[in-house]
């Protein structure tokens, strides 16, 4: 059975974060799907660069039919996110059905905390973003998977985020062939 992931683009996204996951997935053969908050399907990211997303937010549809929801970081990206009851409504229904929810940057702290999904969870996220946060126990990681939550610190980091959600969603083998694939030699995955 084939996966089948959504990836949350509101503007002031970080691209790095948002565009090599979506390559990497793809190229394990996962189905991607990119939703736009907002009116428009061309989202711009933090860097001015503009992406066509696949779908609005309103046709991307529930949980049902997706594996996981990821969500990039970037200023105000992550806040653009976090302000919409419509997201926040879906990322708690995907952690409801025992889906993977996958964040980086900026908003595992700014989009996922709010939401109590970090409660009793460790987790990591842009340094200095987790200055404030009650809940959760914060790591210095480059990727932290607690239980089907996976976390990331920021751009540079980007590709074993991407990398760890192909071991979780497809496997070690899946995975390892992306990396082979862009010669990236990613160690032992979380």
Known sequence: MS????????????????????DYLRRAGITVVTAALG????????R??????DVSLEEAGGTAAYD?????????????????AAVGALIKDFAAADKWVCAICASP???????????DRRFT????????LTEGKWSAEAVVVDGKIVTSRAAGTA??????????????????KVAASVLLEPGKLP
């Open 3 to 22: 996966k089948k992931v959504l990836v949350l683009l509101a503007n002031g996204f970080e691209e790095v974060e948002a565009v090599t996951p979506i």
């Open 39 to 46: 009116p428009s399907k061309t989202v711009t990211g933090a």
């Open 48 to 53: 001015g660069i503009p992406v066509a997303a």
């Open 68 to 84: 996981a929801v990821l969500i990039p970081g970037g200023m105000p990206g992550a806040t653009n996110l976090a302000a919409s």
């Open 109 to 119: 702290a700014v989009v996922l905390a709010p939401l109590g999904l970090l409660r």
């Open 125 to 132: 996220c842009y340094p200095g973003a987790e200055k404030g």
């Open 159 to 176: 590709a074993l985020w991407a990398l760890t959600i192909i071991r979780h969603l497809l496997g070690e083998q899946d995975a390892a």
